[in-house]
T-cell receptor, first 111, second 116 residues
């Protein structure tokens, strides 16, 4: 099983649509989870952390399902400006180990 | 805001050249990282450092070395550049808490290196 796995997409959705991405991770003991956003030819930036109880930031909702070892990102009322690659990032292992990145899911929101 | 600065946005080098990629952060972060990003392969960790003069191999260290003589600066060195090292190189830093690497990462804007 790949350590952090995402559907690469692309997801092409119309403006106003709701779109959801899932990401699976290999280590059931993983503790920290994040979604990063990367615009074309730009660096990744933290979009939101994912908490056990789930969390919401405006149109974005992140959820964690420990039993099935996946996290999700839901985007409601998609905007053209949401077009980007969304990276799932997990602290897979405890101790002095770096975060592990998924390969990213590409989203294109179309007018 | 944290600023992570990479010395060059674009770089063209010849096969066999020694290449230095510089990264400086201005927020006193303990942790620094070097990644490369290639289409279809995502971000891959080359080397990282949790302290001055400390370095650890990431997932793909072959053909690279690093130097961290000062806390704010983390250099990536390609001893003898090869064409398969053509890539986007991203530096990142984060604040450590108990030496855990699960804090927010701040990235530089990247260096697109072409090795001819």
């Amino acid at each position: 099983r790949k350590e952090v796995e995402q559907d690469p997409g692309p997801f092409n959705v119309p403006e106003g649509a709701t779109v959801a991405f899932n990401c699976t991770y290999s280590n059931s003991a993983s503790q920290s989870f994040f979604w990063y956003r990367q615009d074309c030819r730009k660096e990744p930036k933290l979009l939101m952390s994912v908490y056990s109880s789930g969390n919401e930031d405006g149109r974005f909702t992140a959820q964690l399902n420990r039993a099935s070892q996946y996290i999700s990102l839901l985007i409601r009322d998609s905007k053209l400006s949401d077009s980007a690659t969304y990276l799932c990032v997990v602290n897979l292992y405890s101790g002095n180990t770096p975060l592990v990145f998924g390969k990213g899911t590409r989203l294109s929101v179309i007018a | 805001d944290v600023k992570v600065t990479q010395s060059s946005r674009y770089l063209v080098k010849r096969t066999g050249e020694k290449v230095f990629l510089e990264c400086v952060q201005d927020m006193d972060h303990e942790n620094m990282f070097w990644y490369r990003q290639d289409p279809g392969l995502g971000l891959r960790l080359i080397y990282f450092s949790y302290d001055v003069k400390m370095k650890e191999k990431g997932d793909i260290p072959e053909g690279y070395s690093v130097s961290r003589e000062k806390k704010e600066r983390f250099s990536l060195i390609l001893e003898s550049a090869s064409t398969n090292q053509t890539s986007m190189y991203l530096c990142a830093s984060s604040l450590a808490t108990g030496r855990r690497a699960n804090e927010k990462l701040f990235f530089g804007s990247g260096t697109q290196l072409s090795v001819l």
